[in-house]
């Protein structure tokens, strides 16, 4: 006890003498008072851990009783750091004070901590060694214990005879109370981890209060100097440099500095003890402004002492990268750090203090970026994984263009393009949607359904009223939805069946019902997979047809066909049992709803029809095409549209004829096989195969294209003619139909002379035909282009796409990538249940040979014009860098419009591009009533993530205008 007096007496040299007969006052009254407390507080249950772990660290120097029973009244009123780290939502005790950082021995579990002392002694001995001898206060090594407790007895006299000496003692009282609160929180860990402990103290913590408010709330000097207390342990060895610049100042100067901190923490003490009672928001919300005090204290130090240290990377991303995200609970990289914190409660306090900083609109400089080193890097991480999927930026580069041609360029026939959209920017944000009044309804099709050009057509004699016919500015109307739709059931059952009321067509179930196309059943439309030369099944015709030609290999030699008047699609529907993909097509209304009822059923289709012009497909790209009763008149006009076929098939690919010509010998049938085997001849295909399928009692023709031109050199008659030199056999973007043949290549190194590799290995090696010397699209070789872009989206679905949208790609039947490329997006989802139709733009590098050569299927389009789908017929549109290009070119309201006309209610839509035009597609979005889910910018790049809902306007569009 006289070690004590006279290291406190030494302390005391700073102030008067005249306290001297005081002190020996207080020592005496603050005895009494605490023998007393100690006799009520005994009984009062208090776990006697925390005086265990508690008198470990601090055995080697006193272990006087007396200083156990104040560690207990101090313990009271400070709570464990870890219950914070560990449960940030539990309510805080009445008289908690809010640490702020802890050093790495506050948050330690007992057993490190006792390990911790045994191998280093007395960390916090030494670390209050050191503070003592700034000359600031606060005993060394063993003295600490009877300091503070002579100190508190101090402060129980202070209540009596006022609060004059408390200035006066200020810096004193920081520093003995600060070592002992440092045993405590070490003390108290272990109860704060358990909720059980806390309600069992209860009672305790009750009785505590009573007897220490005359600690806490009857003497300020008492509460702020816990409070200075936690705030230098949270600063740890920062406050070393901090108290030895204070030594060179004047005492003075250093007690107002250390009264004003004080009163500072007095006010938000009162305020969190005045509010504690009103529940865990308000008690929150209090801790939240003392943890953001401390921590801008922390930072005036560690900025003082040179610790604070900026990670580039990290504070980058803070600066620069924004989430906003409705779908959390799949989004790590959506949520805010307050958030991660609140769902994990292992997070530190310093990451704790950075989310309040980041709430507060509080700058904190670097002190930001090294708090959140742990947190917003994983933010930084996500952001790029979003935006680049393998951490780059990918741009095409101004080189390839010289390289690659495109649609636009080829087709010679190609419309004016539209005007600028600067002409006109009003009218975008804020837009208001109405329904599209037209005739075609819920089935709207804008460039099929143009009532207005459809009546100026001067002929129809080759399906011209099937084709495409655009406004020269699209449609800025929404398509209603049928009368009872409901959402699309999932494959693979709709193959068999689909709802009603979302195609609530019944001509087809009356005029092929007795084929097997399909039938009403109650509220479903059931689909028996039978067609008109296959009423018994596909598959059996599927199977029929292999044994026909065993070099059709289907799902390894062919592995994508052509279906030629599709029906709804049976065919090619269960052709995904052979891993075959099939692009069907049929005109609208030829057959009610066709290609509506397939695309409702999950198997891949459009519009189209063999009409005046091209199909908008590359040339030499289809391994199989199938026709089976078609009703196409292959033969007629010098067999043009029979050359039109020629032009897509691949050189030794097959054509399927099943239709009556070849097996019925009625007058008709008989005179257009004759022509039919003319004409086949003629262009120098081989006939492989005439079978006869014995269970649909159907017959079906086989002929292959040759691979050479020596047929063509050898011919008699030069009929068809070959197509001059100029002709591009791959301009197909409104190009009218030629009849002609296109020399095939002799080049090895050209597309063409080989066949693909066998499925799957085809779809990941690069096309023997790409140069290297061609450079691709992102400014490498192509062969190496290929498959870094390949790679590129190998992680992005991985890393991102998958885990961090909030899709559930089971739910995913079908997909459009708007802008396809090299088809790696596609590639890169080739193990799901979903099929992707790849779109190559006619102002982009024609790479859509690219795609079919890996295995996969696309199409031409401009987006400025309306897609050949029905509504609602996909799950999930896709548009990597689409729209930036697109709006020099049109306005970005109707392209928003076509895709709400495209997905399904439900379904989702995911945008890649500069951070500009995120905000504009947003904002359309939102107009459209979509949920955007998620928004990300990141070094001017952005994604974001929508998901169309039900909603629809009340009011109809002028017909003039829909």
Not at 345 to 372: C, F, R, Y
Request: aromatic letters at 8%.
């Amino acid at each position: 006890m006289a070690l004590g007096l006279r290291s406190r007496s030494n302390k005391r040299s700073l102030s008067s003498n005249s306290y001297a007969s005081t002190v020996t006052i207080m020592v005496f009254i603050s005895v009494c008072v605490l023998a007393v407390w100690m006799l009520n507080y005994s009984n009062s249950g208090v776990p006697q851990t925390s005086t265990s772990a508690r008198t470990t660290t601090t055995a080697s120097t006193d272990d006087a009783s007396s200083d156990d029973a104040q560690a207990q009244v101090i313990t009271k009123n400070t709570n464990s750091d870890d219950d914070k780290n560990n449960n940030i939502n539990e309510t805080p005790k009445a008289f908690k004070d809010n640490p702020g950082d802890l050093p790495d021995d506050a948050i330690k579990s007992d057993d490190q901590l006792n390990n911790s002392t045994k191998g280093s002694g007395r960390s916090t001995s030494s670390s209050d060694q050191d503070q003592s001898s700034t000359g600031d206060g606060g005993g060394g090594g063993g003295d600490n214990k009877q300091d503070t407790s002579e100190v508190l007895k101090d402060q129980k006299e202070k209540e009596i005879s006022q609060t004059q000496l408390a200035e006066d003692q200020s810096g004193s009282v920081v520093e003995h109370n600060q070592q002992q609160a440092d045993h405590n929180e070490q003390g108290t860990q272990k109860d704060s981890d358990e909720q059980s402990d806390h309600k069992k103290q209860k009672g305790a913590d009750d009785q505590s209060e009573k007897n220490g408010d005359q600690f806490i709330t009857s003497d300020d000097q008492t509460n702020n100097s816990q409070s200075n207390s936690q705030e230098h342990q949270d600063t740890n060895n920062n406050d070393k440099n901090n108290i030895s610049e204070s030594d060179k100042k004047s005492d003075n100067a250093d007690q107002q500095q250390n009264a004003a901190s004080s009163e500072q923490q007095q006010q938000q003490e009162q305020e969190f003890l005045g509010n504690g009672k009103q529940g865990n928001s308000s008690q929150e919300s209090q801790n939240d402004q003392q943890q953001q005090q401390q921590q801008q204290n922390w930072e005036y130090n560690a900025t003082k002492s040179g610790q604070l240290q900026y990670s580039d990377e990290t504070s980058n991303a803070v600066a620069s990268l924004q989430v906003q995200s409705k779908e959390s609970t799949d989004q790590n990289f959506s949520q805010t750090p307050s958030d991660q914190n609140k769902k994990n409660p292992e997070k530190t306090q310093q990451h704790s203090d950075s989310d309040q900083k980041k709430k507060d609109g509080g700058s904190g400089g670097g002190g930001n970026a090294t708090n959140q080193s742990k947190g917003p890097a994983t933010e930084s991480n996500s952001g790029d994984s979003l935006l680049s999927g393998d951490n780059t930026v990918r741009k095409e580069s101004k080189e390839s263009k010289k390289s690659w041609s495109t649609q636009a360029a080829q087709s010679e026939n190609e419309k004016e393009r539209r005007k600028d959209e600067s002409d006109s920017q009003d009218g975008i944000y804020g837009y208001t949607w109405q329904l599209c009044n037209v005739t075609a309804g819920p089935d709207y099709i804008p460039c099929l359904d143009n009532e207005k050009a459809l009546k100026k057509l001067r002929s129809t004699k080759h399906f011209e009223h099937r084709e495409r016919h655009c406004r020269p500015e699209g449609p800025t109307c929404l398509v209603p939805l049928p009368e009872g739709y409901k959402k699309s059931i999932a494959w693979p059952k709709s193959r068999d069946k689909i709802w009603y009321h979302n195609v609530p067509h019944t001509l087809l179930a009356e005029v092929k019902g007795h084929q097997n196309w399909v039938k009403v059943s109650g509220e479903f439309l059931t689909f028996p997979g039978g067609g008109t030369q296959f009423i018994h099944g596909a598959l059996v015709y599927i199977d029929f047809l292999q044994n026909a030609v065993p070099n059709i290999a289907w799902g390894k030699h062919t592995r994508v066909i052509l279906d030629v008047g599709c029906g709804v699609a049976s065919f090619g529907g269960y052709l995904f049992d052979r891993d075959v993909l099939t692009m069907s097509f049929a005109p609208k209304d030829e057959h009610e709803a066709q290609v509506q009822f397939a695309l409702e059923r999950g198997i891949p289709a459009i519009s189209a029809v063999m009409g005046s012009q091209r199909l908008p497909f590359p040339s030499r790209v289809f391994d199989v095409v199938h026709c089976a009763r078609c009703r196409v008149p292959w033969h007629r006009e010098g067999g043009t549209l029979l050359l039109e076929l020629n032009r897509v098939l691949r050189p030794g690919g097959y054509f399927v004829w099943s239709a009556t010509p070849v097996y019925r010998k009625e007058q008709e049938d008989i005179e257009i096989w004759k022509e039919m085997s003319a004409l086949t001849a003629s262009m120098c295909w081989e006939v492989v195969a005439i079978k006869n399928d014995k269970v649909n009692l159907v017959a079906a023709a086989v002929y292959r294209k040759p691979t050479s031109n020596q047929c063509y050199d050898q011919r008699k008659q030069k009929q068809p003619p070959m197509c001059k030199n100029d002709d591009d056999p791959n301009a197909a973007w409104y190009v009218p139909l030629q009849g002609c043949m296109h020399r095939l290549p002799t080049d090895k190194s050209e597309r063409g002379t080989k066949w693909p590799e066998k499925w799957p290995s085809r779809l990941q090696t690069p096309p023997y035909w790409l140069n290297s010397s061609q450079m691709g699209i992102y400014g490498k070789p192509a062969p190496q282009d290929f498959s870094t872009d390949y790679e590129h989206w190998k992680r992005a679905i991985s890393n991102t796409y998958m885990k961090s949208l909030g899709i559930n790609w089971s739910n995913v039947r079908n997909c459009m990538d708007m802008r396809a490329v090299y088809g790696g997006f596609a590639a890169a989802l080739k193990d799901l249940k979903m099929w992707v139709m790849n779109v190559v733009n006619v102002d982009s590098p024609d790479t859509l040979p690219i795609i079919y050569e890996r295995g996969l299927f696309g199409i031409y389009h401009d987006w400025c014009e309306s897609f050949s789908t029905y509504p609602r017929t996909y799950d999930l549109l896709h548009a990597d860098h689409l729209f930036s290009k697109l709006k020099k070119r049109c306005k970005l309201a109707p392209v928003l419009a076509e895709v709400d006309r495209i997905v399904r209610p439900g379904g989702k839509f995911i945008v890649r591009d500069e951070s500009s035009t995120i905000g504009e597609v947003e904002n359309l979005l939102k107009s459209l009533h979509w949920e955007v889910s998620l928004t990300v910018s990141k070094n001017q790049e952005g994604m974001l993530s929508a998901q169309k809902g039900n909603w629809r306007p009340t009011t109809y569009a002028d017909r003039d205008s829909s």
